[in-house]
């Protein structure tokens, strides 16, 4: 509150004294281009009228203002009363003549070749100094009409970044359980063939949950760390599918660093599990790539497999995916499932850099 009032008094204060100098400087060039003028000027009493016009301009506008905030006539509740906003504006341009008059006339700084009567000047100065009232009022509704546009659009980002912030600890949220479930479902087929690779398998799931949870604190992570967390669930997946899992990564060592959404290559490479080679009897290849191309981290995900109804592409892992890329990198990111040939499904996820 006394910032905004500190703001307005800078604003009024300056406002009036830019329109003194632009006075000043229109009759200072009068002095210079017209003899007749200069003839006639006297400085005794254009510079206390001068004052007296800021002074009392100053305090009528403030004044009109208080009358504005107790009428509730700032924006946007104005509506229907432009009335009385015209009324008021036209009553402080009268005052403000009035007032001008008469203090002039007090202090003896009228022209006395101007018979004029204390009425008479009051009129006068209506019409002669009304247009600035005017031209405050105009700037004082322009101001805070400017004011309210741009309030309104910095809520509006605010709302926009609470909602984004919203919807990706939404994503987020379903990304975890998703994944534990499925691992959970890996070391239960362990438990009684195997103990101990079941005791192994917990302990890498473990590792994951724990990246997982350090992760959940940020929107994008380096891909070298998002890589550990895919070894680790290929590792799981290992142990149920044994020699039926294949791995190939080809991994361009200047993309290590490069940020990616965090769980996003997992949740790729687990829809690749599920809808690939869980699909295939003789179960089939995994293959994770990542390079630069044409200013772009493109990562890429291939599966033995065929792109086929069962490919959901409204499904979690796939809808998540593209509502990240959308969320984080608007436009400049794209989101590709498609039959890459050779019985390859190919996820192709193109991230600036």
Known sequence: MKNKSGLYWRCQIGGWLFYGLVSLFFTLSQLNSNPQFAKNFEPTRFYPRLFISLFTGLIITHLLRLAII???????????????????????????????????????????????????????????????????????????????????????????????????????????????FNALNSIRALVDENPERARTAITELSNILRSSMQIEKIEIAPLERELSIVKDYLALEYIRFEDRLRVEYHINEDTLNLPVPPMMLQTLVENAIKHGIGKQKQGGLVKISSTIYNQKHLLIVENTGELSSDYNMEGFGIASTQDRLKLLYGKHANFELTDAGNKLVQARVSIPI
């Open 70 to 180: 107790q009428l509730k006539l700032r924006p946007p509740h104005i509506k229907q009363k432009w009335w009385l906003i015209l009324s008021c504006t036209v009553i402080g341009a009268y005052f403000y003549g009035l007032f001008n008059s008469a203090l002039v006339e007090i202090f003896e700084l009228y022209d006395p070749k101007r018979k004029f009567t204390l009425l008479q000047r009051s009129y006068y100065n209506l019409f002669s100094d009304s247009p600035i009232i005017f031209a405050w009022t105009s700037f004082y509704y322009l101001w805070h009409y400017i004011q309210m546009n741009t309030n309104s659009e910095i809520d509006k980002i605010k709302l926009e970044t609470t909602v984004k912030d919203l919807e990706l600890r939404t994503i987020k949220s379903h990304i975890n359980p998703h994944f534990i």
